[in-house]
Protein backbone atom coordinates (compact mmCIF):
# COMPACT_ATOMS: atom_id res chain seq x y z
CA UNK A 1 0.00 0.00 0.00
CA UNK A 2 1.47 3.36 -0.63
CA UNK A 3 1.57 5.96 1.87
CA UNK A 4 0.36 9.45 1.47
CA UNK A 5 0.70 11.52 4.40
CA UNK A 6 -1.97 14.69 3.80
CA UNK A 7 -2.36 15.29 7.38
CA UNK A 8 -2.45 18.78 9.12
CA UNK A 9 1.13 18.74 10.24
CA UNK A 10 0.50 21.92 12.88
CA UNK A 11 -1.85 19.49 15.51
CA UNK A 12 -1.19 19.39 18.97
CA UNK A 13 1.53 16.70 20.35
CA UNK A 14 -0.19 14.66 23.28
CA UNK A 15 1.99 16.46 25.36
CA UNK A 16 0.48 20.00 24.44
CA UNK A 17 -2.78 18.90 24.04
CA UNK A 18 -3.09 17.51 27.67
CA UNK A 19 -0.99 20.74 28.95
CA UNK A 20 -3.81 22.80 27.25
CA UNK A 21 -6.56 20.51 28.85
CA UNK A 22 -4.68 21.64 32.56
CA UNK A 23 -4.18 25.60 31.38
CA UNK A 24 -8.26 25.54 29.73
CA UNK A 25 -9.03 24.24 33.64
CA UNK A 26 -7.20 26.90 35.23
CA UNK A 27 -9.19 29.27 33.71
CA UNK A 28 -12.34 28.00 36.16
CA UNK A 29 -10.27 28.82 39.09
CA UNK A 30 -11.56 32.04 40.81
CA UNK A 31 -8.22 32.91 42.13
CA UNK A 32 -7.32 36.64 41.50
CA UNK A 33 -3.50 35.70 42.06
CA UNK A 34 -2.82 32.22 40.79
CA UNK A 35 -4.81 29.94 38.45
CA UNK A 36 -4.00 26.41 38.13
CA UNK A 37 -5.32 23.77 36.53
CA UNK A 38 -4.16 19.88 36.51
CA UNK A 39 -5.13 16.75 33.53
CA UNK A 40 -4.67 12.97 34.85
CA UNK A 41 -4.20 10.94 31.59
CA UNK A 42 -3.66 7.07 31.58
CA UNK A 43 -0.91 5.10 29.78
CA UNK A 44 -3.43 5.16 26.62
CA UNK A 45 -3.72 9.02 26.38
CA UNK A 46 -7.11 9.10 27.68
CA UNK A 47 -8.32 11.49 30.59
CA UNK A 48 -9.36 10.31 33.37
CA UNK A 49 -10.11 13.50 35.16
CA UNK A 50 -9.00 17.11 35.71
CA UNK A 51 -9.40 19.89 38.42
CA UNK A 52 -8.49 23.50 39.08
CA UNK A 53 -7.54 25.52 42.12
CA UNK A 54 -10.55 26.53 44.29
CA UNK A 55 -12.40 26.79 47.42
CA UNK A 56 -13.94 23.62 49.12
CA UNK A 57 -17.38 22.60 47.82
CA UNK A 58 -20.03 24.55 50.27
CA UNK A 59 -17.81 27.28 50.69
CA UNK A 60 -18.84 29.73 49.08
CA UNK A 61 -16.20 31.90 46.81
CA UNK A 62 -17.78 35.21 48.03
CA UNK A 63 -16.82 34.87 51.35
CA UNK A 64 -13.72 32.84 50.95
CA UNK A 65 -10.21 34.60 52.11
CA UNK A 66 -8.36 35.07 48.54
CA UNK A 67 -5.73 37.20 50.05
CA UNK A 68 -2.18 36.00 50.00
CA UNK A 69 -1.23 38.06 52.91
CA UNK A 70 -1.69 38.51 56.53
CA UNK A 71 -2.83 36.18 59.10
CA UNK A 72 -3.07 31.84 58.25
CA UNK A 73 -6.78 32.39 58.83
CA UNK A 74 -7.07 35.10 56.78
CA UNK A 75 -5.46 34.08 53.49
CA UNK A 76 -6.44 31.41 51.10
CA UNK A 77 -3.29 29.04 51.66
CA UNK A 78 -5.54 27.25 54.72
CA UNK A 79 -8.56 26.59 52.75
CA UNK A 80 -7.88 26.10 48.71
CA UNK A 81 -7.76 22.96 46.91
CA UNK A 82 -5.45 22.59 45.18
CA UNK A 83 -5.46 21.56 41.38
CA UNK A 84 -3.66 18.03 41.90
CA UNK A 85 -6.17 17.01 44.67
CA UNK A 86 -9.09 18.36 42.89
CA UNK A 87 -8.40 16.50 39.66
CA UNK A 88 -7.25 13.14 42.09
CA UNK A 89 -10.88 13.81 44.06
CA UNK A 90 -13.12 14.71 41.02
CA UNK A 91 -12.13 11.15 39.47
CA UNK A 92 -15.00 8.77 39.33
CA UNK A 93 -13.83 5.23 38.43
CA UNK A 94 -12.10 2.88 39.85
CA UNK A 95 -8.44 4.09 41.87
CA UNK A 96 -6.73 1.38 40.44
CA UNK A 97 -7.20 3.43 36.60
CA UNK A 98 -5.25 5.97 38.34
CA UNK A 99 -1.75 3.45 38.63
CA UNK A 100 1.18 4.94 36.83
CA UNK A 101 -0.93 7.44 34.80
CA UNK A 102 0.35 11.23 34.39
CA UNK A 103 -0.69 14.32 35.64
CA UNK A 104 -0.28 17.25 33.49
CA UNK A 105 -0.30 20.52 35.48
CA UNK A 106 0.86 24.21 34.74
CA UNK A 107 2.69 24.75 37.92
CA UNK A 108 4.49 22.45 40.18
CA UNK A 109 3.38 20.51 42.68
CA UNK A 110 3.61 21.52 46.41
CA UNK A 111 4.45 18.86 48.97
CA UNK A 112 1.02 18.10 49.94
CA UNK A 113 -0.23 17.19 46.35
CA UNK A 114 2.89 15.27 45.82
CA UNK A 115 2.20 13.10 48.64
CA UNK A 116 -1.74 12.38 47.32
CA UNK A 117 0.06 11.89 43.68
CA UNK A 118 2.22 9.70 45.07
CA UNK A 119 -0.44 7.71 46.98
CA UNK A 120 -2.44 7.43 44.26
CA UNK A 121 -0.42 5.58 42.23
CA UNK A 122 0.09 8.57 39.18
CA UNK A 123 4.00 7.83 38.17
CA UNK A 124 4.71 10.97 36.04
CA UNK A 125 4.25 14.83 36.59
CA UNK A 126 4.41 16.75 33.76
CA UNK A 127 4.60 20.51 34.61
CA UNK A 128 5.01 24.23 33.17
CA UNK A 129 6.36 26.45 35.91
CA UNK A 130 9.14 25.34 38.54
CA UNK A 131 8.72 29.31 39.98
CA UNK A 132 8.71 28.12 43.20
CA UNK A 133 11.92 25.40 43.37
CA UNK A 134 13.95 27.44 45.98
CA UNK A 135 10.54 26.82 47.88
CA UNK A 136 10.62 24.09 51.06
CA UNK A 137 7.77 22.82 50.06
CA UNK A 138 8.67 21.92 46.44
CA UNK A 139 11.99 20.88 47.53
CA UNK A 140 10.27 18.23 50.00
CA UNK A 141 8.30 17.13 46.29
CA UNK A 142 11.26 16.70 44.26
CA UNK A 143 12.74 14.63 47.04
CA UNK A 144 9.72 12.92 47.84
CA UNK A 145 9.19 12.37 43.91
CA UNK A 146 12.14 11.01 43.50
CA UNK A 147 12.24 8.13 46.65
CA UNK A 148 9.24 7.00 45.64
CA UNK A 149 9.61 6.53 42.24
CA UNK A 150 7.81 9.50 40.39
CA UNK A 151 8.96 11.14 37.29
CA UNK A 152 8.90 14.50 36.55
CA UNK A 153 9.55 16.74 33.85
CA UNK A 154 9.12 20.37 32.56
CA UNK A 155 7.34 20.75 29.47
CA UNK A 156 8.40 23.40 27.24
CA UNK A 157 6.07 25.41 24.96
CA UNK A 158 7.82 28.00 23.93
CA UNK A 159 8.39 26.22 20.97
CA UNK A 160 4.47 26.04 19.91
CA UNK A 161 4.23 29.30 20.55
CA UNK A 162 0.59 30.67 21.59
CA UNK A 163 -2.38 28.20 21.62
CA UNK A 164 -5.49 30.60 20.60
CA UNK A 165 -9.15 28.84 21.39
CA UNK A 166 -12.30 29.90 19.04
CA UNK A 167 -15.24 29.61 20.66
CA UNK A 168 -17.34 30.76 18.23
CA UNK A 169 -16.63 28.09 15.90
Known amino acids: MKIIDKSRKEHLNWDEYFMAVAILSSYRSKDPSTQVGACIVDSTNRILSIGYNGAPNGF ?7 DREGKP ?14 AILNYRG ?62 DMKERGKITIDLQK
Not at 76 to 84: D, G, L, R
Not at 100 to 119: G, H, M, R, S, V
Open 60 to 66: SDKFFPW
Open 73 to 86: LETKYVYVCHAELN
Open 94 to 155: SRKDLENAKIYTDLFPCNECAKLIIQSGIKEVIYLSDKYKDTDSVIASKSLFDICGVKYRSL
